[in-house]
């Protein structure tokens, strides 16, 4: 969008005929009116489950942190990570909406453009757009959301665990909205510091898993500057830690809480999180 030029986005679904209509439009500012000067429109017909979902909503959670620390050592959120989690509910029929620490325009990171799924997601408008465009953490209404899921990326240490809106937004949806709490791989670093409206960690006497300290190379000098590493924090906090095998999928589930160990289970998580919302 610009000054004098613009487009939107229209969905209209009509539940009877089980039928979504997708008008996208062009338009342009004459005399200081915005008016239609292209339209163009795609139906689908909508899958049960995608009728069951309508106007369900899932909060993805990232850090907007650019370095490790202090330091100027790059850091980012997992591309994979997002794109998997994004594809599972949206082709479930849930809206998806993204909250950064600081909101805007998300550091991305580990962009395989020889991978089909991400050069597919690299040239989809709306996710990009979306991507460019987070919430900040006081712009989101709990409420709304069914689920709050927190990706990882090396970024995933910094921001996110002592962000007390965060805090709030994740403890309303677990306990108000009876809602999921889901992170994946150094996404379990954001969820380590909710506490229940007793006081209690979220995460004591739960089965968690997340990035394993065994996996991680403290030879590499961006590991020195994480803040904390999540399996002896959520030992320390009362939570039990498991893991499997490097770079295959593994997930723990336990009350309303799906956690996954590395990107490979992104999509195992949030195929889980779907099961559990509906």
């Known amino acids: 969008m610009n000054d004098h030029l613009a487009q939107a986005k229209i969905r ?4 009877k005929s089980n039928v979504q ?7 342009k500012k004459i005399a200081g009116t915005w008016q239609i000067i292209s339209k163009s429109a795609q139906q689908t ?3 049960s489950q995608q009728v069951t979902n309508l106007g369900r ?4 959670v990232a850090s907007s942190k650019a370095f490790h620390g202090d ?18 509910f949206t082709q479930a029929g849930l809206i998806v909406d993204f909250v950064s620490t600081q909101g805007g325009a998300l550091n991305l990171s580990y962009i395989n453009t020889s991978n089909s ?29 069914a689920a709050i899921y927190y990706v990882g990326g090396s970024n995933a240490m910094y ?18 909205n009876h809602g999921v709490v889901a992170a994946v791989c150094h996404g379990t670093a954001g969820i380590v510091n909710l506490r229940l409206k007793n006081g209690e960690y979220l995460i004591k006497g739960k089965q968690i898993t997340g990035y394993p ?24 906090l009362g939570g039990s830690f498991e893991y499997g095998e490097r770079n295959a999928s593994f997930i723990k589930v336990d009350s309303r809480i799906v956690t996954g160990q590395n990107y490979q289970s992104s999509q195992a998580v949030a195929s889980t999180v779907l099961e559990h919302i509906q």
Request: glycine share 0%.
């Open 45 to 47: 017909t909508l899958t």
């Open 71 to 88: 330091s100027q050592l790059p850091a980012g959120t997992s591309f994979e990570e997002l794109l998997s989690a994004y594809d599972v």
């Open 57 to 60: 909503r899932v909060l993805i």
């Open 12 to 15: 209209i679904d009509i539940l």
């Open 117 to 145: 799924e991400h050069k597919k997601y690299l040239y989809q408008p709306d996710y990009m757009y979306a991507l460019s465009n987070t919430m900040r953490p006081a712009e989101v209404d709990p409420s709304q959301y």
């Open 159 to 176: 921001e996110v665990a002592e962000n007390p809106t965060l805090q709030h937004i994740a403890m309303h949806i677990y306990e108000q």
């Open 213 to 236: 300290t065994a996996f991680e190379n403290p030879d590499r000098a961006y590991f020195k500057h994480f803040p904390f590493q999540i399996q002896p924090k959520v030992e320390e």
């Open 21 to 27: 209509y997708i008008d996208h439009l062009l338009l």
